[in-house]
């Protein structure tokens, strides 16, 4: 039998027209309302500029028309608003809406803005070499056997074409592992006299000229001995060692232009019995980036003493960022080789060139495809 207590009972017309919604009738059911919170006192309510306020979606718009900021308003009632056509409640939507806090003011005025930000940031004017140039005595160069600008394509220069694209790539490469300087720096050395290193150092920088957004500035490191200028037929000057020696000399007044589009070359300078004291001083590195100052196209090649008959390579090894050790394939021992690599241990990129091989396992020969016609 049903119990009469569970028996629904008919609605009257007005509960009928509107029907009570879930939370209404939980309030009623439960009588939550006396759960709620005590009200607050007057004198801790905050600010009106300080609380967040809530405006329906559709004021949100209205307001989004107008220019001027309207007046805090007061909070909507909590009452739900009713859909004028179906007459279901709508759920309210608000927006939260914050005043951003005021700016804070600048100590320093604005039109002194700039002026610090360029002193933090000074301006690196780049270093044009403007000493004066001389004709390289092209058959001189033919009759040395070295590269010849402007003439025909021979295996000396497809050879050194190919080395030089490696340690243009090497430099490239540095360059972006942030070397600094010291990535456009090339040590070209060998570990006894007589083994090629000077006819490399030339040859290796005329290769270098031909580049079309490269120049290269040939540095002739070799004090006791230099032969640079002899082997290109050009007089010489002050040099490096006299820049080292004066703090009141440029080292770039003593570069020497040339005929040659992109070829410069430092001389030596005067002889002295302390070259290798004076790379060592602090003086050398600011020198040295002299010399490439605001040009990232610029190679500098420095043809030094033989490593094992004179200090200063070891000294040079430590500002280049890769040394090309020259070895002769008929004179050169494998106990010399290994004592100028340990020499050359402050540069950290060594590579070992072969020179005068007169045989090829692979019977290679460059510069003969040129040779050949239609």
């Excluded at 306020?53 to 718009?61: I, M």
């Excluded at 009759?143 to 220069?157: M, R």
């Excluded at 002299?290 to 004179?310: K, Y």
Aim: proline fraction near 10%; glycine fraction near 6%; include cysteine.
């Amino acid at each position: 039998m049903t119990e009469q207590s569970k028996i629904p009972l008919p609605q009257s017309e007005d509960e009928a027209e509107k029907p009570a919604t879930l939370i209404e009738r939980v309030v009623r059911n439960y009588d939550l309302v006396k759960l709620s919170p005590a009200p607050i006192p007057e004198d801790l309510v905050p600010p009106v500029k300080q609380r967040r306020r809530y405006r329906r979606a559709e004021e949100v718009v209205e307001d989004a028309q107008v220019t001027p900021v309207a007046e805090p308003e007061t909070a909507p009632s909590a009452e739900a608003s009713v859909a004028p056509e179906s007459g279901t409640p709508r759920p309210e939507v608000v927006v939260p809406e914050v005043v951003a806090p005021a700016p804070e003011p600048v100590s320093a005025a604005p039109s002194q803005l700039p002026a610090v930000q360029d002193a933090a940031v000074p301006a690196v004017s780049p270093v044009v070499f403007s000493g004066p140039r001389h004709t390289v005595n092209r058959q001189h160069l033919r009759d040395q056997g070295l590269i010849v600008p402007e003439g025909s394509v021979t295996a000396l220069l497809e050879e050194f074409r190919i080395v030089k694209r490696q340690l243009l790539l090497n430099a490239s490469q540095l360059a972006q592992q942030g070397m600094g300087a010291a990535a456009q720096r090339i040590l070209i050395c060998s570990p006894h006299p007589g083994e090629g290193k000077s006819f490399t150092s030339v040859n290796l920088a005329l290769a270098i000229a031909a580049e079309k957004e490269s120049e290269v500035l040939l540095v002739d490191a070799d004090f006791a001995k230099p032969s640079v200028l002899s082997m290109l037929g050009i007089p010489g000057g002050r040099g490096l060692m006299d820049a080292l020696a004066d703090p009141e000399l440029d080292v770039a007044d003593c570069v020497i232009g040339t005929d040659i589009s992109g070829l410069w070359v430092l001389p030596a300078g005067n002889a002295t019995n302390s070259d290798s004291e004076y790379l060592s001083s602090s003086r050398t590195r600011g020198v040295l980036d002299r010399l490439t100052q605001g040009a990232p196209n610029r190679i500098v090649i420095f043809d030094s003493p033989p490593a094992l008959a004179a200090s200063p390579a070891a000294e040079l090894a430590k500002y280049v960022g890769q040394a090309v050790l020259v070895a002769r394939a008929d004179k050169t021992a494998q106990g010399a080789l290994e004592d100028a690599i340990s020499l050359l241990a402050g540069c950290p990129n060594i590579q070992l060139l072969l020179n005068a091989v007169h045989f090829s396992p692979s019977g290679r020969r460059f510069g003969s495809y040129y040779g050949y016609g239609g």
